[in-house]
């Protein structure tokens, strides 16, 4: 055997889940993803895993994918303790329960695959006047999940090709046989498709059809068949988390009637993992999806480790490492949007550095890492007074380059809070001190920062033509310097100045040009607060590009662990409502 490297809480958090129950379902899981099955996870459980990745176009890379099989005996109470043996395991976005069922003849043929948005749970049953009546529930797919396949539903000529990949001699195989059981042309799809609708789950292995009378009309008229272990797959995954994202496909491989027999078992397990496979590929938007809630605390788990290694390293007197690290970590924390975690540290990093005496370090922690994150915080007033403190150091120990970074600040305070004359004198501060910086490197940053500032100034100032051309410089200057992540900032600001002259397509392109770059570059705060311009500019003339943006900038903060910030655009995502914004596209 091939075993991978041991499975750590770190390596848990996986995109996708993937559980089947029946060797047939396993094989044909193997044969969609690519999967060799000497290559598992060894996990120290009694499940065995597979793991893989796997490109998906509509998320935008790879996705981490672990499949496992139940084995043994079918049901949904075995269903129910492999899922929650999974979710254990392993912390997936989404989980899937692929395999077989049996069909309701008239509504759904063999070969076909449902991808119910609703699982009936009939299990549980009353025995009453002689007889049992079930006392159903039932389970509803998750909002998200159904908005994906509603803007992006599987193509049938799309899913054929998948099929036939890896099923073509079944599906011609399996045409042989419906036309000696007499199941052409209504009961058998010779092309087969993926529908939607809803399916039963019961403790019952059906071998006549008597068993779908009445079914209907206890569930609802889309029902297309039954099975035995979606109920306890789902319920596993909503004890894990309510409204977790589940997704069941079913193919279909028999009408559990007289001629009920393996015939159609390979083919319909092949086009259930068919249809998943190209759902993976073309319609999930995996960060779309909430975290799973334990990743979050592994997450969360993270950021306290790494804090109170910081404190420990204080309480023994490593004032040095703390200073070093702290350091080496603030931008980082900064651009990735890590805005509060950013501040609890620098409050460790700043102590530290008055201890070891690093006047210039703890001058530039309490401007940056304490000031001005704390005015990202919405604390102004806190924000001032360590930048206040920071000036003073600076100008104490001869750090000019400090000095007039605190003063730019200033002056970006003074002018949010309408004060121009204040800001102004700030920034001529800001000027006299760069014009001392002795440093080649740090000298043309600065001054290209403060043409920036000055131009905001003048924006402030509604002198959007004299702020044009400063913007213009001093993005040119950062660009040469190489200077990506202040050479994006730049973006919004001419945007802004084009669009308040009269030239609203020159700043669409310049908006969409500073996301694009922002993104590139990991910047959350300029990717969010471009595409807040954006949409201001397009209001409701592009109601689907709104959509677009709105999903995009949420789908960045999940996939940067950003959760607050993700919580806000999704109840914008939430309240955007689609179906009066574009016309519905029907799923095959």
């Avoid at 600040?409 to 006299?432: F, I, M, P, V, Y």
């Avoid at 001419?494 to 308040?500: P, R, S, W």
């Avoid at 595409?531 to 943006?549: G, H, I, V, W, Y």
Wanted: contains cysteine; neutral net charge; charged residues 25%.
């Amino acid at each position: 055997m091939i075993y991978d490297e041991a499975l750590t809480s770190s390596n848990r958090a996986i995109d996708v889940g993937i559980i089947t129950m029946v060797p047939t379902e396993i094989e044909a899981l193997f044969a969609a993803f690519s999967i060799s099955r000497e290559r598992y996870e060894p996990a120290g459980s009694p499940l065995q895993y597979w793991r893989t990745s796997y490109l998906s176009s509509s998320s935008g890379r790879l996705l981490s994918v672990v499949i496992s099989i139940l084995g043994g005996e079918a049901g949904n109470v075995e269903a129910a303790i492999a899922t929650t043996q999974f979710l254990h395991d392993w912390y997936p976005r989404l989980m899937c329960l692929v395999g077989i069922a049996a069909g309701i003849e008239g509504k759904i043929r063999i070969g076909d695959v449902v991808m119910p948005n609703k699982v009936h749970d009939r299990s549980i049953k009353v025995y009453e006047n002689g007889h049992f009546s079930v006392r159903g529930r039932t389970y509803s797919r998750n909002d998200t999940l159904d908005r994906m396949l509603k803007v992006s539903p599987l193509v049938h000529k799309d899913f054929l090709a998948t099929l036939l990949q890896t099923a073509d001699e079944d599906l011609k195989h399996a045409k042989t046989v419906a036309k000696t059981k007499g199941l052409l042309p209504g009961g058998f799809g010779t092309k087969p498709r993926v529908i939607d609708g809803s399916v039963a789950s019961d403790n019952v292995l059906i071998r006549d059809s008597a068993y779908f009378e009445g079914l209907l009309s206890a569930t609802d008229e889309k029902c297309r068949g039954a099975e035995m272990e979606a109920a306890g797959f789902v319920l596993a995954c909503q004890k894990e988390q309510n409204d977790f994202p589940w997704l069941v496909l079913r193919g279909i491989s028999d009408f559990g009637d007289s001629r009920k027999d393996d015939s159609f078992q390979l083919l319909a397990a092949k086009s259930a993992c068919a249809a998943l496979r190209l759902f993976i590929q073309s319609s999930l938007g995996i960060d779309a999806l909430p975290p799973n809630p334990r990743a979050i605390r592994a997450s969360t788990t993270i950021d306290a480790s790494l804090v109170g290694e910081l404190r420990n390293a204080f309480a023994v007197g490593r004032w040095k490492e703390v200073c070093r690290i702290g350091a080496a970590i603030s931008r980082t924390l900064w651009l990735s949007g890590h805005i509060a975690l950013r501040y609890e540290i620098g409050c460790i990093v700043e102590s530290s550095a008055a201890y070891s005496r690093n006047i210039s370090l703890r001058a530039r922690t309490l401007i940056d890492d304490l000031g001005w994150t704390a005015v990202k915080l919405g604390k102004k007033e806190l924000g001032r007074k360590h930048i206040d403190d920071g000036i003073r150091l600076g100008t104490e120990c001869g750090d000019h380059y400090v000095v007039a970074k605190g003063y730019r600040h200033l002056a970006s305070l003074s002018r949010q809070n309408g004060d121009s004359s204040s800001a102004a004198a700030c920034l001529t501060k800001a000027q006299e001190a760069a014009a001392a910086i002795t440093d080649d490197e740090e000298r043309t940053e600065m001054s290209s920062s403060l043409q920036v500032s000055e131009a905001k100034l003048q924006i402030a100032r509604e002198r959007y033509s004299e702020a044009i051309p400063m913007l213009m410089s001093a993005q040119q200057a950062f660009r040469q310097s190489g200077d990506v992540e202040r050479e994006i900032k730049v973006y919004g600001q001419l945007a802004y100045c084009k669009d308040k002259l009269g030239y609203p397509q020159e700043a669409k392109q310049l908006y969409c040009a500073g996301r694009e770059s922002a993104r590139d570059a990991g910047r959350f705060d300029e990717f969010a607060n471009t595409t807040r311009s954006l949409l201001a500019l397009l209001a409701k003339d592009e109601p689907q590009r709104c959509f677009e943006l709105i999903r995009d900038v949420y789908e960045f903060a999940m996939s940067h662990g950003l959760w607050d910030e993700a919580r806000s655009w999704q109840k914008e995502l939430d309240s955007f409502d689609l179906s009066e914004k574009r016309e519905k596209e029907k799923p095959i």
